[in-house]
């Protein structure tokens, strides 16, 4: 069975400062995994994209996450937040038993203060 | 705008009546999907579809619940009868063909409140 867990449904920082936002999946099949971003009101936004390549991931607006298939990991990561990133973050595994069924974390909520 | 395109944005039925949704995918995308996210949930798959075909409704509830993507024109989500429990964000996504590693392109929703 595929499954998304997002440990923390609401994180806060400070402007500048470093975000973490934890991802576990479990897959039978070899995983490719994403983020996405929701803004309130709006669409996804895909941030980035693991698909068996390069294990650190490198995405839009300065974030990057590590696959780590040992740890069944996929933490979302970036060294320092900016008030525009406050939004609600997914992360999402698109499993191989089904190339298009994707299956959903329940969200982080990410607040930036001042 | 060449994104996925979803109209209405919100929409406000009463229970009893009728809901349509409608989709408009990326250009060069011939495949839609159709997820619905409840307050505070992530989203969760109803259904898949290339043009004429459904491909997959499996998460689709089995009553008052249809979706259909024409040869010509959008990709409608029709909702029979609307109950309480309808209430949520319906979201479409479009890809141009099902991937492992092909992300898929998501409209930004359709908020549909049942009074």
């Known amino acids: 069975a595929q499954s998304v867990t997002q ?47 390069a294990t650190l991931v490198k995405g839009i607006n300065g974030f990057e996450a590590e696959f ?38 329940k969200g982080t909520l990410l607040t930036v203060n001042p | ?21 409608r989709c408009s995918p990326m250009k060069g995308h011939s495949h839609v999907y159709w997820y ?23 998460g689709m509830p089995k009553e008052r619940f249809s979706a259909e993507f024409p040869k010509e024109g959008p990709s409608i989500l029709r909702i029979q009868q609307v109950v309480r429990g309808d209430s949520a964000a319906y979201f479409c996504a479009s890809s141009p063909q099902p991937r492992d590693n092909q992300p898929q392109h998501f409209g930004d929703g359709t908020r549909l409140s049942i009074l």
Request: proline fraction near 5%; charge should be positive; aromatic fraction near 10%.
């Open chain 1, 7 to 53: 440990l923390d449904s609401h994180v806060s920082v400070s402007e500048g400062t470093p975000v973490l936002l934890r991802c576990n999946y479990s897959s039978s099949y070899s995983p490719s995994l994403f983020w996405y971003v929701q803004h309130p009101n709006k669409g996804l936004q895909l941030l980035l994209k693991y698909t068996s390549a």
């Open chain 1, 68 to 105: 780590k298939k040992s740890e069944t990991s996929f933490h979302l990561t970036k060294p320092s937040a900016h008030m525009s990133d406050a939004a609600e973050y997914f992360c999402v595994l698109n499993s191989g038993g089904s190339n298009y069924k994707l299956t959903f974390g």
């Open chain 2, 1 to 21: 705008n060449a994104g996925v395109m979803q109209n209405p944005r919100h929409l406000v039925r009463r229970r009893g009546q009728e809901a349509r949704l």
């Open chain 2, 36 to 58: 619905r996210q409840l307050p505070e949930e992530g989203l969760k798959f109803m259904v898949y579809l290339q043009k004429e075909n459904i491909i997959d409704e499996s």
